[in-house]
């Protein structure tokens, strides 16, 4: 059964393997999360076809685009049916039961092209009314809904992250912020994680989650500036945090320090002294000095003292859910269940 162009809610609904056939660069910028990029073509055959439509008209560069069609029509159908194969191999549906979404930008000719192909093989494609544009629709209007936004904040070293991950250990609604973006948000930020995404893939993770949640309950984040390395919070999002009620958490300077070295005296030291030269300027050279030092020393106490009082002064800036605070003193508490009902008596 061949289906036709679906609408966002429905395309969503549909479980099976998800296709962006846009081109490379498209994908990049950003795509929809666990999509497979199988572009019906690459980004030089994209251009040329959008010179034959902007000189010649549509009927050109649609032949145009025909000719890139036929050329590689064995080693698209060779990609396609290796990747359906094996998502069909990692899961309990087979062929009859398999639907394969695919969308282009706008769910137009790409999109249906590969569409038309698959239904050939008596497969199950669903393209999605509008293609991406839709979807980044989506994402954006996502940001808008009114949140119940609870801010964990507290400073440098007092365990935000480590109590986000205790909260949805526990099925309490989070969004990791951090752990969407692949950075900390400092500039020891991307030591250890993964390359950052694309601005438009951060928020589209966003939205996914919010999308997850019952928005009549809490939704925990850490406070975080509107950057995050290069990923920026979406607008609509970071007012609503800023105007939280805000868990400022307050632990002990030796607390700090172990959380701190736990954290970060793992990595390599050149990894280590390019984060603190990143910030001489703002440590000054008698802190860099000492950082610098005590990291080929392995003095990881004094690494982290010189520079806990630069970010110390960074926090006074801070503005996130400052207006509605609740503080809670978490000195030397081990950070497990036992402290869920802290957190919820300060609700």
């Not at 560069?61 to 159908?77: C, N």
């Not at 049916?81 to 394969?100: A, G, P, Q, R, V």
């Not at 859910?321 to 950070?335: A, C, E, H, S």
């Amino acid at each position: 059964m061949y289906f036709r162009r679906k609408d966002l809610e429905k395309f969503r609904s549909f479980k099976g393997l998800l296709i962006d056939v846009r081109s490379p660069s498209e994908y990049y910028k950003g795509h929809m999360p666990n999509s497979i990029n199988i572009p019906l073509f690459d980004d030089d055959e994209r251009s040329i076809i959008g010179t034959f439509y902007k000189r010649d008209g549509r009927k050109k560069a649609v032949i145009e685009g025909l000719k890139f069609f036929e050329k590689k029509m064995e080693l698209l159908l060779d990609n396609l049916f290796i990747n359906i194969d094996s998502y069909k191999n990692t899961s309990e549906t087979n062929y009859k039961e398999l639907f394969i979404r695919i969308y282009c930008s706008r769910g137009g000719m790409r999109s249906q092209s590969i569409a038309w192909l698959l239904e050939k093989f008596k497969l199950n494609p669903v393209t999605l009314n509008g293609g991406y544009k839709t979807y980044r629709r989506w994402v954006l209007d996502s940001f808008s809904k009114k949140l119940n936004i609870i801010v964990i904040g507290g400073k440098t070293g007092t365990g935000k992250t480590r109590l986000l991950s205790l909260l949805e250990n526990n099925k309490y609604q989070t969004i990791d912020l951090e752990g969407f973006a692949c950075h900390r948000g400092s500039t020891f930020g991307g030591l250890g994680m993964k390359e950052q995404p694309s601005n438009e893939l951060f928020e589209s993770k966003i939205a996914e989650k919010i999308n997850t949640f019952e928005l009549s309950n809490n939704i925990f984040v850490e406070a975080e500036s509107a950057n995050i390395g290069k990923c920026r919070i979406p607008l609509d999002f970071f007012n609503q945090m800023k105007c939280s009620r805000r868990i400022e958490i307050l632990r002990s300077e030796s607390n700090r320090l172990d959380e701190l070295i736990n954290t970060y005296s793992f990595f390599k030291k050149e990894e280590l002294k390019e984060s603190v030269l990143r910030i001489k300027k703002r440590l000054g050279p008698q802190r860099t000095k000492i950082a610098l030092e005590s990291i080929n020393n392995e003095k990881w106490d004094l690494v982290c003292r010189s520079v806990l009082d630069y970010y110390d002064k960074c926090y006074e800036y801070e503005k996130v859910g400052k207006t509605n605070i609740q503080f809670l003193d978490l000195t030397d508490k081990k950070y497990d269940e036992s402290i869920l009902e802290l957190i919820n008596n300060v609700l």
